[in-house]
Nanobody, 125 residues
């Protein structure tokens, strides 16, 4: 089972951009998707975006469509979350998680087998 490590935490101003990375300890090409989730203070963790590892197809939640994109470098076993036009409401701890099989939905956390430790993103107004 792979271990995931997020990097790229930061404190940025509203309207800025930030890129998060999620590096896996092993090969990810056999997995289905990498998902990004976030948890804001006092709120439940929520789905942000998923990217298929084979095809690179991206499935963002409505609140980040047009602002967040994902990419992957399978040779480096790394997935990236590019966040643009950041808003204060994007402030949260961001987690990456890997999903082994194409069953269920991208949004369902129970479909993911490994999680990173999380990285803080703070957007000031």
């Amino acid at each position: 089972q792979v271990q995931l490590t997020e990097t790229g935490r930061g404190l940025v101003q509203s309207g800025s951009s930030l890129r998060l990375s999620c590096a896996a300890s092993g090969r990810i090409f056999s997995y289905y998707t990498m998902g990004w989730f976030r948890q804001a203070p006092g709120k439940e963790r929520e789905f942000v975006l998923a990217i298929t590892i084979a095809g690179g197809n991206s499935y963002p939640t409505d609140s980040v469509k047009g602002r967040f994109t994902a990419s992957r470098d399978n040779a480096k076993n790394t997935v990236y979350l590019e966040m643009n036009s950041l808003k204060p409401e994007d402030t949260a701890v961001y987690y990456c998680a890997i999903r082994p099989l194409p069953y269920g939905t991208h949004e369902d956390e129970t479909n993911y087998s490994s999680w990173g430790q999380g990285t803080q993103v703070t957007v000031s107004s």
